[in-house]
């Protein structure tokens, strides 16, 4: 079993900043992908940024430019660094993983997810 671990969230002013983390820890055999999903109050639940494991990364149109995802494979983290953020991007932001087991199947865990509130 994986759990992922998210921090970082909170108040942020409109224009403000806020770096969140996300740390997978359990019997990894292989992390393939990792991303940010986010749930605006009211709406579908989103994709924010994905990156693989070769660093190649994603972004949804409405955080390119703003966003930046990373991830530190030692440490079996994912970052998602939130800068110029807008009212908008109010919403619990999830961490997720598509992680690969001994046996070499992979399944996506999911974050407890984490509050971000950006005020105008």
């Known amino acids: 079993q994986v759990q992922l671990v998210e921090s970082g969230g909170g108040l942020a002013q409109a224009g403000g900043s806020l770096r969140l983390s996300c740390a997978a820890s359990?019997?990894?055999?292989?992390?393939?992908?990792m991303g940010w999903y986010r749930q605006p109050p009211g709406k579908q639940r989103e994709l924010v940024a994905t990156v693989t494991s070769g660093a190649t990364t994603v972004y949804a149109d409405s955080v390119k430019g703003r966003f930046t995802i990373s991830r530190d494979n030692a440490k079996n983290t994912v970052y998602l660094q939130t800068d110029s953020l807008k009212p908008e991007d109010t919403a619990v932001y999830y961490c997720n993983g598509d992680i690969t087991n001994s046996r070499g199947y992979t399944y996506r865990y999911w974050g407890q997810g984490t509050q971000v509130t950006v005020s105008s």
């Open positions: 359990g019997r990894i055999f292989r992390i393939v992908n």
